[in-house]
């Protein structure tokens, strides 16, 4: 892709020694209705992007390329920008260099079909992108059967949430969740040190919910409430809330004007 580009800006860059026709304003219309780039008039721009690799461990920077009507005529805007991925303050790119281009009337036919060409090759290039959880190797468990299953997921880790009951506290970790909603190991690291170091007695099971249930032989399951466990069967516990204030409101500050009032207290 940053060939291609490159090729592009060296296109542009040999425009520059050729000057564009002028056209009364009766004509004007019908040459854009014609031209190649015709749908740049006006106020609407075409802006390529590309990114540079500098030969170095951690430098790189990025151009453009600005397709645009100047007194209508067809200009190509190149701009340099420096900018380092070693830059951490996340601080707006400076430009170090811009210059503008006038594109030969004659050679915007090619032009249009360069950028088809590499709007094609483009899409061509095909990188796998498929995420996928790595869940534990099911070791074997042990329950009481005549306690109650307190179910923890990825969402609910809340080391005081029934600390008061003695019960089976099971760390439920769904294979068919995860397909869906992928978390890196890091998260599944962080997950699983915290639920045991905060949690007690916590034992993991890797299944889904509904195949729980249908083994789950003692007591009915209680679970905290979250938009994923809809079709969860069982005792849905509430969620913990910051404000008492659960009414809707179109704007925030509406719902945070009653919110401030439980600070306030």
Same mark, same amino acid.
């Given at each position: ?120 090759? %483009?899409?061509? @290039?095909?990188?796998? !992108? ?7 190797? #099911?070791?074997? *468990? &042990?329950?009481? $059967? ?40 890091? %998260?599944?690291? @962080?997950?699983?040190? !915290? ?7 916590? #034992?993991?099971? *890797? &299944?889904?919910? $509904? ?43 509406? @719902? ?10």
């Amino acid at each position: 892709m940053k060939k291609p580009i490159c090729l592009l800006l060296i296109l542009l860059v040999s425009f520059q020694v050729f000057s564009q026709k002028k056209f009364p304003k009766s004509e004007y219309r019908k040459m854009i209705e014609q031209h190649a780039f015709g749908s740049i008039f006006e106020r609407y721009t075409l802006v390529l992007t590309a990114y540079f690799d500098d030969f170095c461990e951690f430098g790189a920077h990025d151009e453009t390329i600005e397709l645009i009507r100047i007194d209508k005529k067809l200009s190509a805007i190149a701009r340099i920008y420096d900018k380092s991925c070693q830059d951490t303050n996340y601080a707006k790119p400076k430009i170090i260099k811009t210059d503008t281009y006038l594109v030969q009337e004659s050679k915007a036919e090619n032009s249009q079909e360069y950028l088809n060409l590499l709007m094609k090759k %483009s899409l061509e @290039f095909y990188v796998p !992108f498929a995420l996928k959880t790595a869940l534990l190797t #099911q070791k074997e *468990i &042990v329950r009481d $059967e005549a306690l109650p299953p307190h179910i923890y997921n990825f969402y609910n880790l809340d080391p005081i949430w029934g600390e008061e009951i003695v019960a089976n506290r099971i760390l439920l970790l769904e294979p068919t969740h995860f397909e869906q909603y992928p978390i890196t190991q890091n %998260s599944i690291d @962080f997950m699983l040190q !915290f639920s045991e170091e905060n949690i007690s007695n916590i #034992q993991i099971y *890797i &299944v889904d919910f $509904e195949a729980f249930n249908k083994v789950n032989t003692s007591t009915a399951i209680y679970y905290k409430e979250h938009p994923l466990n809809n079709d969860d069967q069982g005792i849905e516990e509430a969620r913990d809330w910051v404000f008492d204030e659960k009414s809707y409101y179109s704007s925030f500050f509406s @719902f945070w004007k009653k919110c401030k009032k439980e600070l306030e207290c």
